[in-house]
């Protein structure tokens, strides 16, 4: 078997190639994480905002949350994970309840 060197310089350019590549790859799995983590981030506010509206039902506070509720999670569901989580915990502050991980 034969051993390849990225010494010689008309392979120096493949090698270089070739980690870039590979960094590439590891940085683009990066943010299939991160958007996996919102879209969980999105379901445990979504399930925190349906007990809020659960026990304060017939409230105008409900009515409202309900409302942007809706909207985050259209706004989750169209891959807009930033703009849903936003509007999660503008609508369980309306209840005065903190976010559960609200990042």
Same mark, same amino acid.
């Given at each position: 078997m034969?051993?390849v060197?990225?010494r010689?310089p008309?392979? *120096?350019?493949?090698?270089?190639?070739? +980690?870039a590549?590979? %960094?590439? +790859?590891? @940085?683009?799995?990066?943010?299939? !994480? $991160?958007?996996? #983590?919102?879209?969980? *981030?999105? #379901?445990? =506010?979504?399930?925190? +905002? $349906? &007990?809020?509206?659960k026990?304060?039902?017939?409230?105008?506070?409900?009515a409202? $949350?309900?409302?942007?509720?809706?909207?985050a *999670?259209? =706004?989750c !569901? &169209?891959?807009?994970? @930033?703009?849903? =989580? *936003? $509007?999660?915990?503008? @609508?369980?502050? =309306? %209840?005065?309840?903190?976010?559960?991980d609200?990042k």
């Amino acid at each position: 078997m034969s051993h390849v060197s990225c010494r010689s310089p008309s392979l *120096r350019i493949a090698c270089l190639a070739a +980690l870039a590549g590979a %960094f590439a +790859l590891l @940085a683009g799995s990066g943010d299939v !994480a $991160a958007e996996q #983590t919102r879209s969980d *981030r999105c #379901t445990i =506010l979504q399930d925190q +905002l $349906a &007990e809020q509206i659960k026990t304060h039902s017939g409230s105008n506070r409900s009515a409202k $949350a309900t409302t942007i509720g809706t909207k985050a *999670r259209k =706004l989750c !569901a &169209e891959g807009k994970q @930033a703009q849903g =989580l *936003r $509007a999660y915990v503008k @609508a369980l502050q =309306l %209840f005065g309840v903190q976010p559960i991980d609200p990042k």
